[in-house]
């Protein structure tokens, strides 16, 4: 079965740096782009990155974390990362992986699968 | 970026009615967008794919419609694990989300 878990989520000063990691199995990681998506408290769903199946062709981010959050990915060890750089406190969240989903061997950019989040609290 | 606005904010039923949602979007998204369910404490579950394919294992109560700006997601008789945040995704363009329509017991 399809299991994501995410780790690395803490508390962390404004402008201080974090890496979460998620492992992945159940599926063939390494066939799948893969996606971050975050949710302040309280507070509604955001995108906020993808990688591509290889990690080298593509990744994009949100204009809010543009610049100070980078996605990676080691397919040896079936795990994504997201580093994340001068944090601020609009970036407190609970943050999940998202495996897109496949419909008959075409990967939609829709998430049929999730992590159970990890939570990042940027507090001074 | 293409915004996503639900509504309602809050949709106030008993069990046993029926829930109608809505999505609209700021440009056409031709029929690329899924809906989720969020329940406390919990990651989302994808319901409707492609604004009107129910995912894996989701009961034939939920249903979608629509396309190009206007969406609907229609739950035919609530039960009470249906009562939840709800939300609308697409991918046109990038990746957004709407801000979450909450189905709260009456």
């Known amino acids: 079965q399809v299991q994501l878990v995410e780790s690395g989520g803490g508390v962390v000063q404004p402008g201080r740096s974090l890496r979460l990691s998620c492992a992945a199995s159940?599926?063939?990681?390494?066939?799948?782009?893969m996606h971050w998506v975050r949710q302040a408290p309280g507070r509604g769903l955001e995108w906020v990155a993808v990688?591509?199946?290889?990690?080298?062709?593509?990744?994009y981010y949100a204009d809010s974390v543009k610049g100070r959050f980078t996605v990676s990915r080691d397919n040896s060890k079936n795990t994504l990362y997201l580093q994340m750089n001068s944090l601020r406190a609009e970036d407190t969240a609970v943050y999940y992986c998202?495996?897109?989903?496949?419909?008959?061997?075409?990967?939609?950019?829709?998430?049929?699968?999730w992590g159970q989040g990890t939570l990042v609290t940027v507090s001074s | 970026e293409i915004v996503l606005t639900q509504s309602p904010a809050t949709l106030s039923l008993s069990p046993g009615e029926r829930a109608t949602l809505s999505c609209r979007a700021s440009?056409?998204?031709?029929?690329?967008l899924a809906w989720y369910q969020q329940k406390p404490g919990q990651a989302p579950r994808l319901l409707i794919y492609?604004?009107?394919n129910r995912a894996t294992g989701i009961p034939a109560r939920f249903s979608g419609s629509g396309s190009g700006t206007d969406f609907t997601l229609t739950i035919s008789s609530l039960e009470p694990e249906d009562f939840a945040v709800y939300y609308c995704?697409?991918?046109?363009?990038?990746?957004?989300f709407g801000q979450g329509t909450k189905v709260e017991i009456k």
């Open positions: 995704q697409q991918r046109s363009n990038w990746w957004t």
């Open positions: 159940g599926f063939t990681f390494r066939s799948y782009g």
């Open positions: 990688i591509s199946y290889d990690g080298s062709s593509n990744k």
């Open positions: 440009q056409s998204v031709s029929t690329f």
């Open positions: 998202a495996k897109p989903l496949n419909v008959a061997g075409i990967h939609l950019d829709y998430f049929d699968y």
């Open positions: 492609d604004a009107s």
